[in-house]
């Protein structure tokens, strides 16, 4: 099984940053890419920003220029440093990683989330 541990949230004020962090463990074959989500209560999870196994990353048009996701390989990190926060930032964010286990084919793992609010 694949393990993600997502940390980092909490309460910030609108222009703040925040930092999130997602490790990931278990039986890990390969990862060909990470991903942030966020979710607000009544709406859709909403795909944030993506880093892949390249080192290629893509942003949704409402983060770019304030979220840079990078990562540790060694360490099956990943991180989205997150600047000039707004109010519409607020959500619970997931991480996810799209790869196989050792004797599997590839799927989609989700962490548990973390809270991020901010306020106006």
């Known amino acids: 099984q694949v393990q993600l541990v997502e940390s980092g949230g909490g309460l910030v004020q609108a222009g703040g940053s925040l930092r999130l962090s997602c490790a990931a463990s278990?039986?890990?074959?390969?990862?060909?890419?990470m991903d942030w989500y966020r979710q607000t209560p009544g709406k859709q999870r909403e795909f944030v920003s993506r880093i892949t196994s390249g080192g290629t990353t893509n942003y949704a048009d409402s983060v770019k220029g304030r979220f840079t996701i990078s990562r540790d390989n060694a360490k099956n990190t990943v991180y989205l440093q997150m600047n000039s926060l707004k109010p519409e930032d607020t959500g619970v964010y997931y991480c996810s990683l799209v790869g196989s286990l050792l004797g599997s084919g590839i799927r989609t793992y989700w962490g548990q989330g973390t809270q991020v609010t901010v306020s106006s």
């Open positions: 278990g039986s890990i074959f390969s990862i060909n890419a």
